[in-house]
């Protein structure tokens, strides 16, 4: 499970580059800064984060309050940087070199990566810099939470018990799909594109567009029928495959577009047992308690720390 500090990166290459005009103070964190500008980049940020942007559709948030929690998102994440930067962590180079191929891989060609920087305003040094101090924050996360999150074998039993049903395996799926290509919307950009993409599932899934409409559109994908894990990519299994996916699963980036799965049918393994489900359980009580943690060492940041915030904004 990816827990939420894990979209830093994406925050940070939208959210910490040095406006070009004056921008209005929204916030001040220690020696750190939140501007309006950057506020507005992550409320952007969320419109293009397929997971963000369908948990704001479904709460049903209005701008104003999809403002406010940005704004305390960015608050944390400048608190757990002025943390590490108090503790003197370092990043070796290479660590930040090999986060640089990862992100680079994602473009077909170096010229799509480059183009990406520009667009969002950013030389590869910053680039570099930026990555640098996620991995800073990363290492405060894994010192003051991770390493403060201890399970007894009597907890991982008594969830175990209460919540059997939940642990419960998918091992087939029953699917159709769609492809949306990338070459379809060649003039925007790839943030606009998987914008696109996602007002198109959203429709999909809120009943104003059908996947029959969507057939049409776009045509059949090349998946379909009965698969199991091993049939598929493991970027397409880690989304099927959910113990609580639903019939429209989040849409599949893959290198020339989207796929957009509809499960009609699937096959669970139930444990029969602790000893089978033990692994799960586990996980799914330190998911939890890393959020719990995360959150008091937060608050106590807080409370370390100068944080104001104009109260205006």
């Known amino acids: 499970m990816k827990h939420r500090w894990f979209g830093l990166i994406f925050v940070l290459l939208f959210c910490f580059t040095a406006p070009a005009f004056a921008d209005r103070i929204l916030a001040v964190v220690g020696d750190e800064v939140i501007t309006e500008s950057e506020l507005d980049k992550m409320v952007r ?57 990862q992100i680079k891989s994602r473009y077909n060609t170096e010229e799509d990566f480059i183009d990406s920087l520009k667009e969002s305003h950013l030389t590869l040094q910053e680039l570099y810099d930026l990555i640098e101090r996620q991995l800073m924050v990363r290492k405060v996360v894994s010192k003051y939470v991770r390493s403060r999150i201890y399970i007894n074998p009597i907890e991982v039993e ?79 299994a880690e989304v099927l495959f959910k113990p609580d996916v639903e019939m429209y699963p989040l849409p599949v980036r ?39 943690r995360l959150d008091e060492f937060v608050q106590e940041l807080k409370k370390r720390y100068y944080v104001k915030i104009n109260l205006g904004t």
């Not at 020339?256 to 489900?277: Q, V």
Request: net charge positive; glycine share 4%; charged share 40%.
């Open 45 to 101: 940020l969320w419109q293009y984060n397929p997971v963000k942007r369908l948990e704001l559709t479904d709460k049903d948030l209005n701008e104003g309050e999809i403002k406010k929690r940005a704004l305390e998102r960015l608050i944390e994440e400048k608190l757990l940087y002025l943390k590490a930067k108090e503790d003197d962590i370092t990043v070796p180079a290479d660590a930040v070199e090999r986060r640089i191929e």
């Open 254 to 292: 893959v290198s020339t577009g989207y796929i957009l799965f509809r499960i009609e049918d699937k096959r669970k393994n139930c444990p029969k047992s602790l000893g089978e489900a033990r692994e799960m359980v586990y996980n799914y009580i330190y998911n939890k308690k890393f959020e719990k």
């Open 158 to 236: 008594k969830e175990y018990k209460r919540h059997k049903k939940d642990f419960c395996v998918v091992t087939m799926v029953k699917l159709d799909s769609i492809f949306i290509p990338r070459s379809m919307f060649k003039d925007d950009s790839e943030m606009a594109f998987d914008s696109a993409v996602m007002d198109e599932y959203i429709k999909l899934k809120q009943g104003s567009l059908t996947w029959k409409d969507l057939t049409a559109k776009y045509g059949k994908g090349q998946v379909s029928g009965w698969k199991s894990r091993k049939d598929l990519s493991k970027e397409i």
